[in-house]
Every structure is written in structure tokens, then in C-alpha cells.
């Protein structure tokens, strides 16, 4: 063989590697980037999340106020028919 098809060769070769090398990096820097993309919103997601679970807990201990003071309301309510019986 010439040494100039030998050369063409191995240039094409290493031409070829270089490219698939360029490619799977780019395919690893957008897979990257999706996984960011999704991280940040799973994130704004467990913060929303964590912002109406302690909404939630605020309206559940008004609530309980609320249920307790109907409890001592109707118990003294009890108490009141009790001594009218």
C-alpha cells in the first residue's frame, strides 16, 4: 500500500472517533441539562408541597380552637340542661 492511503486512512479513523467523541458529549451535556431542568422543578414542586402542607396545618389548628371551644360550649350547655331537668 502508498503511505498516502495509509495516511487517508488513519486520518479518516481518527476523524471518525473525534466526531463519535463530540457527539456522545453532546448527547451527555443536554441529558445534563434535562436533569437540571427537572431538578428545579421538582424542586419548586416539594416547595409549593411544603407551603400548603403548613397552610393546611395553620387552618387544621384553627379548627381544633374552633372544635374546642363548640365542645366547651356544648358542654356547658349539657350542664345547664341537666340543672334545668
Known amino acids: 500500500m502508498d503511505s498516502t492511503v495509509v495516511w487517508g486512512f488513519g486520518t479518516l479513523a481518527l476523524l471518525t472517533v473525534l466526531a463519535a467523541i463530540v457527539i456522545w458529549q453532546g448527547f451527555a451535556t443536554w441529558r445534563a441539562r434535562t436533569a437540571v431542568a427537572n431538578e428545579k ?37 349539657e350542664k345547664m340542661l341537666k340543672e334545668i331537668e
Open 41 to 77: 422543578g421538582y424542586r419548586a414542586l416539594a416547595e409549593r408541597a411544603v407551603a400548603t402542607e403548613q397552610a393546611t396545618e395553620q387552618q387544621l389548628r384553627e379548627l381544633g380552637a374552633h372544635v374546642a371551644d363548640v365542645a366547651a360550649r356544648l358542654a356547658a350547655l
